[in-house]
């Protein structure tokens, strides 16, 4: 290898400029760089609503690196390893660097590409930049790691995070670019149907509206955070979960511009790092129990009688936003038009399934995965399982939701169910009536259908979840 040969920066989960580690070692080496994203087996797998925004990400991204004098050269293979030993052969790279990823899938890639690369004598690194924390640097006193997550915000609250690097102010370019896939013979929406064009206009694609985003949320919306964050209804989060999920923006960019804001003395910039933390718990857990993702992590849990069935007809009626019960209804329609979900809907609907209608979380999880812009494998496991009760730092088992009194108490005036429940409403709202265009037509609804009854009465499902915690030793 010679000190002008390539370097691939290996893209992923970090469709970026500015705070990209990996970006910043190879540009500051002063050798040609050339981006790539490899369309594997891992991204193959994805399920449709994540691959759509994965599609959307890299156009995006594609043109950012454009505008930067540079390319983002695509590669379909289902393995990396051979995607990449292709790339290294055409331009004669002589370096690969990328940025971590964390779930046993990726990992276990990740190490089989790099021990292939070195030993074929090939310089190869990983950095950090997709959390602020290595998993195995947080521990607790005696060395293990943590399972609640008090704790875990306590040792970390105070450590120092790197301060974001700054885009670079060059990308030198190869003397000659290797070809490149288009990117359209992907079909990345493919998945979606006619969902793809409902979705679309709730998107917020790219570095800059992720920048626009925390700016505009710690200006205007923090001060009102505690309160507002609960409330369906009200536009108050920083809602800048699908551009963490794709590394539009940087974890340490979002605790930095926090933390600013809690210097300044702005209410609510506490809790926004403490949701930040969240996040980084989730993947903490992750990477010391990887069974967290398909199995129980309370493993006495592993004999509870869970409703499997995904056929069963209250399953297709939380499904399709028809349990009638508004809030989980108005909850499930607002993920299905935007592809996303209100984190109070996303409780709410989570422990209706698991308690109420007791259906194992998987069902759920898998639901989620499949229509979530901003799917995150870390956050949307622990996020079911912390519902379910079977979870690290879990809800009580006992602790049941009652979905008609948290919509009086989070949605007073019917403002989120009035938007997204149009049966039963002389003019619904426009975001009501793109829930009928998005879903399959053969659900076979129409927005002046009558209102569905219950299928669970609200206190029959409360009392059978507690019987059947109670013959379960916990």
């Known amino acids: 290898m010679d ?82 030993q292709d790339l290294i052969e055409e331009t004669g790279a002589g370096a690969v660097y990328w940025t971590r990823q964390y779930d046993p899938e990726a990992v ?32 607790t006193k005696t060395g293990g790691y943590y399972k609640v997550y008090t704790p875990f915000w306590r040792n970390v609250k105070n450590r120092d995070v790197e301060e974001p690097l700054k885009a670079p102010s060059e990308i030198k370019a190869p003397k000659s670019w290797p070809a490149s896939d288009d990117l359209a013979d992907w079909e990345m929406d493919a998945a979606m149907m006619r969902g793809a064009d409902v979705v679309r206009p709730f998107v917020q694609l790219g570095e800059k509206a992720a ?58 910039a506490e809790t926004f790092l403490k949701e930040l933390v969240w996040r980084e718990f989730a993947y903490h857990l992750m990477h010391h129990t ?18 499997e069935d995904e056929r069963r007809a209250e399953v297709k009626a939380w499904k399709q936003g028809r349990t009638g019960i508004p809030f989980v209804d108005a909850a499930m329609r607002e993920l299905y038009v935007t592809g996303r979900m209100h984190n109070r809907g996303r409780m709410i609907v989570a422990s209706y399934l698991t308690k109420h209608l007791l259906c194992h979380w998987r069902i759920g999880q898998k639901w989620f995965e499949d ?72 659900w076979n609804m129409k927005a002046d259908d009558a209102y569905p009854d219950p299928v669970v009465d609200v206190s029959d499902g409360r009392k059978r979840a507690l019987d059947a915690y109670a013959n379960k030793s916990f």
């Open 371 to 442: 229509c979530l812009i901003d799917w995150d494998p870390a956050s949307n496991a622990m996020g079911w399982q912390w519902s379910a009760g079977s979870g690290p730092d879990a809800t009580p088992y006992f602790r049941v939701f009652n979905p008609v009194t948290q919509l009086d108490k989070f949605d007073k005036n019917r403002d989120y169910a009035g938007r997204w429940i149009a049966e039963g409403h002389s003019t619904p709202h426009k975001d009501a009536l793109a829930f009928f265009d998005a879903i399959p037509r053969q």
């Open 290 to 307: 990887p069974r967290i993702l398909e199995r129980n992590w309370r493993e006495e849990w592993e004999g509870f009688n869970w409703n």
């Open 211 to 268: 920048q626009s985003r925390l700016g505009a949320f710690l200006a205007n919306k923090v001060a009102d955070y505690n309160t507002n964050r609960d409330l369906p209804g009200v536009d108050g989060t920083s809602n800048l979960s699908e551009n963490l999920a794709l590394g539009e923006i940087s974890p340490h960019q979002c605790w930095h511009a926090g933390q600013r804001a809690l210097h300044e003395g702005k209410a609510g």
């Open 108 to 139: 276990s890639r990740d190490s089989e590409v790099k021990a292939a690369l070195k030993e074929q004598g090939l310089e190869v690194k990983s950095f950090g930049g997709h959390l602020m924390f290595e998993p195995w640097t947080v521990e």
């Open 3 to 84: 000190d002008t040969s390539p370097i691939l920066i290996w893209l992923r989960r970090d469709l970026r400029l500015s705070d990209h580690p990996a970006l910043h070692a190879a540009c500051a080496t002063g050798r040609p760089v050339i981006p790539a994203f490899v369309f594997d087996a891992q991204y193959d797998g994805l399920a449709a609503a994540p691959k759509f925004r994965m599609g959307l990400g890299l156009e995006h991204h594609g043109a950012s690196l454009a505008e930067a004098g540079s390319r983002l050269i695509l590669r379909r293979n289902q393995s990396a390893l051979s995607a990449l």
